[in-house]
């Protein structure tokens, strides 16, 4: 009876340590897998060179292939039950790493990717700061070879790669850069010489200076239409600021001129269409300047009035006095292609408070700012005219007459402080094959056609 119970008990524990065959898996060297078992109790390696095991917070099981050969895992879990695991280790996919490291370096600059055999070389001369990637990636693959060199030139060609005329070559120990550059990458290259003492500098910063077109338009704006604008023209505002693609922008106040507004806007053209269409805008004059980057162009929305001076002989002379505003623009274009324009506004208006021989005196306010706009946005400026200048047209009518202003200070709607006088800027880069210059070209050619179309007469060539 007793060996019978031993029998019994014996067979019950070999059905409770049967071992379970289940799955096989492929590995490449280097390639990891995870096995999600509950309660893993212990874990035994066949051939502890081929694989590592552990098990990690959350109770999987981590196997790393590190060699290539065949093994078994078995592993007990809490419940009794073992499972066994075959794993055939293959060597590494070359194919695969090279694809995959160039795929994360194909794009540096100088560096070159090849296998041999099980082998995968990296070599070229490349920047520091690859250098650096190179290092991290070979970590990573174990069959990687690195034979890259960093070198100063490779850094240059990088600092320098925004700048489409610059040429950076080796000669000797020296590295020499050449190209013809503005003045202000002229100024970038010399602050980078201070870091690379073997760079040559042979730029040249006589290049052609591009032309600007400064498109002005002067308007009159109702406040309603002023708002649908989409700038913030209330004085306290910080900026200005930059907006792409949309009619809205930022205003800025700036010191002196506690009325004077300015926003940067994008997309004039429809919107100022339909205010004029609609009554809600007038353009007063719409002048086009142009300046070579770094030049001033000036532009004076007024004009002068006669005034009666001593002339020193116990007479009177006349002299000519400037009334209005006067902008003056310098814009310079940088190596991005973005406008930098430095605004000069001068502001004269009548002081009735003092004058001589019956003609006012002038007072004037004048203000610097600087903004940075991208080709073809546009720079909008309010608050220049104080419309208490309305009320003096009757005791000064010649302010009724005076160029593009004169019909602002005739405006009931100005005078009534139910529109504002708004200036638009927008710069525009240009060439002598730009398609601005074209149809500039094209009109005035187009204007001289029909003057010389529809008036008869005689030229005569005098020598």
Do not use: C
């Amino acid at each position: 009876m007793k060996n019978m119970f031993r029998v019994s008990l014996t067979l019950l524990v070999l059905s409770l340590s049967i071992t379970v065959q289940a799955d096989n898996f492929r590995l490449f060297v280097g390639q990891m897998k995870t096995l999600a078992l509950p309660g893993i109790d212990r874990v035994a390696v066949g051939n502890s060179g081929l694989v590592s095991t552990s098990i990690m917070d959350n109770g999987e099981l981590l196997v790393l292939a590190e060699n290539a050969g065949d093994t078994e895992i078995q592993i007990w879990l809490k419940d009794g039950e073992v499972i066994a695991h075959k794993f055939y280790i293959i060597p590494a996919n070359t194919a695969r790493n090279v694809a995959e490291i160039r795929s994360i370096v194909g794009r540096v600059k100088g560096l070159s990717v090849r296998q041999v055999g099980s082998n995968i070389i990296l070599k070229g001369a490349i920047s520091h700061q690859a250098s650096a990637i190179i290092k991290k990636v070979s970590s990573v693959y174990t069959n990687v070879l690195d034979l890259t060199t960093a070198t100063a030139s490779s850094d240059l060609a990088e600092v320098f790669k925004n700048m489409p005329n610059v040429i950076v070559r080796n000669a000797g120990n020296k590295l020499v850069v050449s190209g013809d550059v503005s003045d202000e990458d002229k100024a970038y290259i010399e602050a980078v010489k201070s870091s690379y003492p073997e760079l040559l500098d042979l730029t040249n910063s006589n290049a052609t200076k591009p032309m600007v077109y400064l498109n002005v338009k002067i308007t009159e704006f109702s406040n309603k239409a002023a708002e649908n604008l989409g700038v913030a023209w209330a004085g306290s505002a910080q900026g200005p600021s930059l907006h792409s693609n949309t009619f809205n922008g930022d205003a800025y106040n700036p010191d002196g001129l506690p009325d004077l507004t300015y926003g940067i806007v994008s997309s004039l053209t429809s919107i100022l269409n339909f205010a004029i269409s609609s009554g809600e805008a007038l353009i007063l004059a719409s002048p086009t300047l142009s300046a070579l980057s770094g030049s001033e162009a000036e532009f004076l929305a007024g004009g002068e009035f006669p005034v009666a001076v001593p002339d020193g002989n116990g007479g009177t002379a006349i002299e000519y006095k400037e009334y209005g505003i006067i902008l003056k623009i310098k814009p310079v274009v940088d190596s991005q292609g973005r406008i930098i324009a430095s605004i000069d506004i001068e502001i004269s208006s009548i002081d009735s408070s003092v004058t001589v021989n019956g003609a006012p005196g002038l007072k004037k306010r004048k203000t610097t700012t600087e903004v940075s706009l991208k080709q073809g946005q546009t720079f909008a400026i309010s608050g220049l005219v104080n419309r208490e200048i309305s009320k003096d047209i009757s005791r000064f009518p010649f302010l009724s007459k005076i160029p593009v202003l004169g019909a602002l200070f005739r405006s009931k709607n100005f005078a009534d402080n139910r529109s504002d006088l708004i200036i638009f800027i927008t710069p525009n880069i240009v060439d002598a094959d730009s398609k601005l210059n074209t149809e500039q070209l094209a009109e005035a050619a187009a204007i001289e056609t029909k003057f010389f179309t529809n008036n008869e007469f005689n030229l005569e060539i005098i020598e």
